[in-house]
Nanobody, 123 residues
Framework: QVQLTESGGKLVQAGGSLRLSCVVS????????MGWLRQAPGKEREFAAA????????HYAESVKGRFTISRDNAKNTVYLQMDSLKPEDTAVYYC????????????????WGQGTQVTVSS
């Protein structure tokens, strides 16, 4: 059974930076496309970023492109999300998820969610 554990979320001022981490256990990490998704208060979960199993390809939602960077370390079974130039609208619970495919960015494509980590950006 695959388990994911997110960490790194906290309260930060607008314009600041955060780095989120997600550790995966119980599966073969290299098999997965890894994604970061987020859910703002009162809104549906949405896709934010994804990275190919070997890190060669990344994809971002338009809302975070140019500000967020996804990366992974297969030796540590960990995926990261570097978030820069944060905005109040980035406030959300951030989740990582796994996918066995590349090129599909719907929320339903990603499974095995962690418990999420709260990011709050104050104005």
């Amino acid at each position: 059974q695959v388990q994911l554990t997110e960490s790194g979320g906290k309260l930060v001022q607008a314009g600041g930076s955060l780095r989120l981490s997600c550790v995966v256990s119980g599966g073969i990490f290299e098999h997965y496309t890894m994604g970061w998704l987020r859910q703002a208060p009162g809104k549906e979960r949405e896709f934010a970023a994804a990275i190919y199993w070997n890190g060669d390809y990344t994809h971002y939602a338009e809302s975070v492109k140019g500000r967020f960077t996804i990366s992974r370390d297969n030796a540590k079974n960990t995926v990261y999300l570097q978030m820069d130039s944060l905005k109040p609208e980035d406030t959300a619970v951030y989740y990582c998820g796994t996918s066995l495919r590349w090129g599909i960015w719907s929320v339903s494509e990603f499974s095995s969610w962690g418990q999420g980590t709260q990011v709050t950006v104050s104005s």
